[in-house]
């Protein structure tokens, strides 16, 4: 494994302003997420997004477009799914970013962590975007997705296909402890990082949050819990009634790599790591000022 060493910023380097965004909340049972949980243990937690602007051009790019309002329109194994749990949009990433004055049809650049239905949110509000994914989104969403699998967690139409970029050759840059990343502005403030094992095309995060040196890690879905994250606990598997074990990650050993290859960056220092559906985080700084039109915080 590389080690967590980051790049230390240039003369004026240019650094991302991250806002939090509300995009929903949904129930998660957590013994399909975390080893040892008890088999009622349930938690709501938020799906959360965020808008990330360049501080020299200004530039903005949302990271991930939460829960669609209409849940009716998801492939039908997930709204069995969401059949036997909670799952609340108080407000959507669209009128979250309304309400923090940014319309959602001036949005430029939309990177969608993963093709789940809790992070891909509804793409249509957002007609001037162009969607970013992993290079391996492309061929799971042609031969994966609904109805081409009438079984699949994910819309074949979740992405408009003619403005939707899907990185692989991009990924040219080493950084710290991965070895896939993409300098998406070119002048080091926020890399695009190739984070297998969850779901083919999951990608994070990696921004400078100020000109000095402290950085935001965008995590997604690599765990769904911090206590997997810390090391604390353990990714689950469970028993499905069919009798078949199963993961939420769909290659285990991959995302466990990654997972301990992000674990690196809590000892970074200047560093702040947030997982998609952080409730502890979400708890502690829903009424900081770190929603948009506020920003989080450098970590100084």
Request: glycine fraction near 8%; hydrophobic fraction near 40%; charge should be negative.
């Amino acid at each position: 494994m590389s080690d967590n060493s980051l790049p230390e910023p240039q003369a004026d380097q240019p650094f991302m302003m991250v806002s939090a965004l509300e995009a929903g909340f949904l129930e998660l049972r957590m013994r399909l997420f975390v080893s040892g949980s008890a088999p009622t243990e349930s938690k709501m937690c938020p799906s959360l997004a965020f808008l990330l602007r360049h501080s020299a051009t200004g530039d903005r790019v949302v990271f991930d477009l939460g829960i669609r309002r209409n849940l009716d329109t998801h492939p039908p194994a997930v709204q069995q799914l969401n059949a036997g749990r909670t799952v609340v949009i108080p407000q959507t990433v669209a009128e979250s970013l309304e309400r923090g004055g940014v319309d959602p049809a001036t949005v430029k650049t939309v990177i969608v962590s993963h093709l789940h239905f809790d992070h891909v949110g509804d793409t249509s509000l957002f007609p001037a975007a162009t969607f970013i994914l992993g290079g391996e989104a492309r061929d799971f969403l042609a031969l994966h997705g609904y109805p081409a699998d009438p079984e699949s967690l994910c819309l074949q139409s979740a992405v408009p296909l003619d403005r939707t970029v899907f990185l692989d050759k991009e990924f040219t840059h080493i950084i710290g402890p991965f070895s896939r990343a993409y300098d998406y502005f070119g002048d080091g403030s926020m890399y695009i990082i190739d984070a297998p094992g969850h779901l083919p095309g999951h990608v994070n995060v990696l921004a400078r949050t100020n000109a000095t040196g402290s950085w935001i890690y965008l995590a997604g879905d690599t765990a769904h819990d911090v206590r997997i994250l810390t090391g604390e606990r353990e990714v689950a598997v469970a028993l499905q009634p069919d009798g078949q074990v199963r993961c939420i990650h769909l290659d285990k050993e991959k995302a466990e790599e990654h997972i301990r290859r992000v674990r690196t960056l809590l000892d970074v220092r200047h560093m702040l790591v947030l997982l998609a559906h952080d409730d502890k985080w979400y708890e502690a700084n829903k009424e900081s000022g770190s929603f948009l039109p506020g920003i989080i915080p450098p970590v100084l």
